[in-house]
């Protein structure tokens, strides 16, 4: 006998009903929740019997205000990881910083950064945990252990967001500086995340009973998804442009040479600075107690040199109380390798390690002849010596002296920085290119014939660095190492940078971020819309969802231990119930 119409549509019908109580039906995930409440409360059996129906009594006030805590730990730490995140091209300065007030050498940068990390990804699994057990209706119930964790988290968050405050203020300069380049893509993982959790927020929707608290939650998540989705509008970065209206890539001074390559401030680092493609170099000028000037940053030779060996008495005198043959005496290199600052080392080749180990400390007229040698412009601090100093009062005039007359460097090709003295340095020789930190009003500064600004970075702003441009002032930003740092100042129409990474930052082609404005309209629309289409389709399934199990739920649905309601439907009882329909239709024929 073969199959008739008739069965093979009742046959369809009934696939169709087993799909859809399929869909209706809430299923008990019991390994997955035993897994959730054992990582969460420590609770490690196999399924957990007391649970709440979402919206409803989830948690006592103490858990509660446990769930809260996670919450606040989550938004500092997030915070606290992305400051310092963003903080990486000054990990050097801090960590000298550290060295200077502790006298040994620690990379605290690094530590901070893991610390960083490992207390937002506790935070956030744990937040993670809580959102899934309230998707699964269970209460709460976190552990002692995580309470206390939980604390020592946010305490550690604010005590360190709080002392790098302190000590560091200005890196809040830089993840300012940092959302001009990442805002489009922070708006984009912003949206993302909303979208995602769309699905637990209409399931705890539509399954609360009391009409107040079910509108409170969807106005909320509505103004905060409508806010991301406007958020673009009040949006500004300089990457964001046509690129027919970039200008040319800024051009790499060496900070102190090239000081991830070699040790900073030797002969060899500028070397290596040019072999880089260093347009520049920048350096730091201090006179010995002999009248040579020669270059140094630090206010005493502990860290640069091997001082503590050869003069164990002079660790903290200031460098320009040594004579040159004193200078000559120590070692510049041998530092780099035992404290590494950059992590760097250890590319060094086996000739290059020799060399750099046997640096000394190098004077002002080698580096001049140097920068002379290749064309390149220079620009540096000069220290006044101290007191009772045979050049006290002749500090300027021994360094003019040796760009005059012991260099073969031209004048043109000094950016003179020292603020002292100005007037006269410029009557004596007007070729030299006067640069200032001061960010002075364009009068003032071409009244003082000032033709290049030298400013941190954080300093940064397009709208001054084209107003100055229209005047003929140059703006050279420092120190700036770090990839997306040098991208914004290229975009923002810098003309130069003095750089740890002249190796790095040579090699980018274009700047990192950059798209038109076009791109970026249709980025943001495509994002707002897609997340807008799947939140209204999650929305509008938990709704058709919910009102179909309402409307199946029989007066015999069971409930076990206040939880929420179960709904198991058998594929049996589907076809019987669908037989039994089928009888009835056939017995008035027989």
Not at 216 to 226: E, H, N, P, S
Not at 319 to 348: C, I, K
Not at 554 to 567: A, I, K, T
Request: proline share 4%.
């Amino acid at each position: 006998m073969g199959t008739t119409q008739t069965e093979v549509t009742q046959l369809k019908l009934g696939k169709l009903k087993v799909a859809r109580q399929r869909l209706l039906q809430r299923y008990k995930h019991k390994t997955f929740v035993s897994c959730l409440a054992g990582l969460y409360g420590c609770q490690w059996r196999r399924y957990q019997l007391t649970h709440a129906q979402p919206g409803h009594l989830c948690c006592s006030k103490l858990e509660f205000g446990s769930v809260a805590l996670i919450v606040l730990t989550f938004c500092l730490s997030l915070v606290f990881l992305y400051f310092w995140g963003e903080a990486r091209n000054d990990y050097n300065d801090f960590d000298w910083f550290n060295f200077g007030n502790l006298g040994f050498w620690f990379p605290w940068s690094m530590v901070l950064l893991i610390l960083a990390v490992f207390l937002f990804t506790y935070a956030a699994v744990l937040l993670l945990l809580a959102v899934c057990l309230l998707s699964e209706g269970q209460r709460l119930y976190l552990h002692w252990c995580h309470k206390i964790g939980i604390s020592v988290t946010l305490i550690l968050s604010i005590v360190a967001s709080s002392v790098l405050t302190d000590l560091w203020s200005k890196e809040w300069m830089t993840v300012l500086l940092s959302f001009q380049v990442t805002a489009p893509y922070l708006h984009i993982g912003g949206v993302v995340l909303m979208t995602l959790l769309s699905w637990p927020i209409a399931l705890h929707v539509f399954r609360i009973s009391m009409r107040v608290r079910r509108m409170a939650i969807m106005v909320l998540y509505i103004t905060v998804l409508v806010t991301l989705y406007l958020v673009p509008l009040g949006m500004y970065s300089p990457c964001i442009k046509e690129r027919s209206t970039l200008g040319s890539a800024p051009a790499l001074i060496g900070h102190r040479g090239a000081p991830m390559l070699a040790p900073e401030n030797t002969y060899m680092s500028f070397e290596r600075a040019l072999a880089a493609g260093a347009d520049g170099l920048e350096t730091d000028v201090t006179i010995s107690y002999d009248g040579v000037p020669f270059l140094m940053h630090d206010k005493n030779l502990r860290r640069t040199t091997d001082v503590k060996d050869v003069f164990p008495n002079w660790t903290r005198t200031s460098p320009a109380m040594f004579t040159w043959r004193e200078l000559q005496s120590l070692n510049a290199g041998s530092w780099f390798f035992s404290q590494d600052p950059f992590g760097t080392a250890s590319s060094l080749s086996p000739d290059e390690r020799l060399q750099a180990q046997d640096q000394t400390v190098c004077t002002l007229r080698d580096f001049l002849d140097l920068a002379a040698q290749h064309g390149k412009l220079v620009i540096f601090d000069l220290y006044r010596p101290p007191r009772s100093h045979p050049y006290r009062d002749a500090w300027i005039s021994r360094t003019l002296d040796v760009i005059h007359n012991e260099s073969s460097i031209h004048s043109s090709q000094v950016l003179w920085l020292p603020p002292e003295l100005r007037e006269f340095v410029q009557e004596i020789d007007p070729e030299l290119q006067q640069t200032t930190a001061e960010q002075a009003p364009v009068e003032d500064l071409q009244l003082r014939h000032i033709s290049r600004l030298n400013i941190h970075y954080s300093s940064m702003s397009e709208k001054e660095i084209r107003k100055y441009a229209a005047a003929n002032i140059s703006t050279n930003l420092y120190v700036i190492s770090e990839p997306w740092l040098y991208s914004l100042a290229w975009c923002a129409g810098a003309h130069s940078v003095a750089t740890n990474a002249v190796h790095i930052l040579k090699n980018l082609q274009r700047p990192l971020f950059l798209m038109t404005p076009d791109e970026y309209r249709l980025m943001w629309t495509l994002t707002d819309i897609i997340s807008l289409i799947l939140v209204m389709i999650i929305f509008g399934f938990h709704w058709w969802r919910e009102r179909g199990l309402a409307l199946s739920v029989d007066s015999s649905s069971v409930h076990e231990n206040g939880s929420y309601r179960q709904f198991r439907t058998e594929v049996n009882d589907v076809w019987s119930l669908s037989n039994m329909s089928d009888s009835d239709k056939q017995e008035p024929s027989l």
